[in-house]
């Protein structure tokens, strides 16, 4: 455990040195609570509740994706990296101390949400619903990490930049996170559910308030979450295995 906070506060430092990092994974859910949700849901407080919640996951997905998807596919182009992997203590406390920098990242990136939502909108949460949901992040987050150790352990820095902007928009929009509960269009709605997206919204919708989770919703996330854990893994042998061949 010593040895993955050590880690922890190393890949923390690295990201600190760069605030834009911080900032980035941040700025895009912040804007979409100003631009979409504050006026058009902020005085409903039902509505505002649900779409904070939705730019909540909005803003986990963000982060995990590109950190992960992008900052991987990084650090493997260092040289600092593979002399890692030469260390005794072998890749358990590194790989965690990665998942545990990224989690406070991503709590990180949701204060803006969570501030906007409180101030500028009707949302209410009780403080029982509040920790459920905190909670829930990290949960929600799960799928996310794993799709960004796929990409980021998959492909080269450039073209993981790349894929990470290509798949982030169209799981967001299909999801269902810029639309109200069951009031996206259509063909979002017959989508939605086989998408990791919809299942983590349902999540985080439940518990925020009274909605429901889809048996559908929940049985494609954790399908989602084996296949990405099985790409991931195999991204990451391959790689090890092509350092060390």
């Known amino acids: 455990m010593q040895l993955a906070l050590v880690h922890t ?19 895009f859910p912040a804007a979409a609570m100003l631009f979409f949700v504050v006026p058009f849901a902020g005085k409903d407080p039902v509505g505002a509740t649900f779409a904070t919640a939705a730019m909540v996951t909005f803003s986990v997905m963000s982060a995990n994706i590109f950190q992960y998807g992008i900052g991987v596919a990084e650090d493997r182009d260092q040289p600092w990296n593979p002399y890692t992997r030469t260390l005794p203590a072998g890749p358990a406390p590194r790989f965690a101390g990665r998942v ?21 909108t009707a949302a209410t949460i009780t ?42 928009f169209p799981l967001a929009f299909g999801g269902g996170l810029l639309s109200a509960p069951d009031e996206a269009p259509g063909f979002i709605e017959v989508v939605a559910p086989y998408l990791p997206t919809r299942g983590a919204v349902e999540l985080m919708w439940a518990a925020v308030g009274d909605y429901p989770v889809r048996p559908l919703s929940l049985a494609m996330l954790v399908v989602w979450i084996v296949v990405l854990a099985t790409v991931a893994a195999w991204a990451y042998r391959r790689d090890e295995g092509r350092r060390f061949s």
Do not use: N
């Open 127 to 168: 403080p029982a619903a509040f920790v459920l949901a905190a909670a829930t992040v990290a949960v929600v987050s799960v799928p996310f990490t794993l799709m960004g150790l796929a990409i980021g352990y998959a492909l080269p820095s450039k073209a993981a930049i790349v894929v990470a902007q290509i798949v982030f």
């Open 9 to 27: 506060r190393y890949q923390l430092l690295e990201i600190i040195r760069i605030p834009i990092a911080v900032v980035g994974s941040a700025f």
């Open 100 to 120: 545990l920098a990224g989690l406070v990242l991503t709590y990180l990136s949701l204060v803006p949400v969570v501030v906007i939502g409180a101030t500028l």
